[in-house]
Nanobody
Framework: EVQLVESGGGLVQPGGSLRLSCAAS????????MSWVRQAPGKGLEWVSV????????YYADSVKGRFTISRDSAQNTLFLQMNSLKPEDTAVYYC?????????????WGQGTQVTVSS
């Protein structure tokens, strides 16, 4: 059974940093690309970032480029999202997603989400 469990969310002041983690189990972690998606209160889903299965290719939404860094550790079966220079508009539930291996790529499995609140 595929499981994705996020952690690391919380309350942080504007300008602060957080590091989200997503522990994956139930499959071969290095086979799939991974994404982060977020949902702000009262708003729709917003794609944040994606990383390839090998970790060598990454893409970011313009809203987080230069502030967020996605990475993965296949030895730990864990996906990360380092978030720096956080803004109130980054407040959202952040979801870890396993991408499909077939084309076109799709969101196959979702974690339960972790809340990030940026406020003074």
């Amino acid at each position: 059974e595929v499981q994705l469990v996020e952690s690391g969310g919380g309350l942080v002041q504007p300008g602060g940093s957080l590091r989200l983690s997503c522990a994956a189990s139930g499959y071969v972690f290095s086979n799939n690309g991974m994404s982060w998606v977020r949902q702000a209160p009262g708003k729709g889903l917003e794609w944040v970032s994606v990383i390839s299965s090998g970790g060598d290719v990454t893409y970011y939404a313009d809203s987080v480029k230069g502030r967020f860094t996605i990475s993965r550790d296949s030895a730990q079966n864990t996906l990360f999202l380092q978030m720096n220079s956080l803004k109130p508009e980054d407040t959202a539930v952040y979801y870890c997603i396993r991408m499909s291996t077939s084309w076109p790529r799709s969101f196959e499995y979702w974690g339960q989400g972790t809340q990030v609140t940026v406020s003074s």
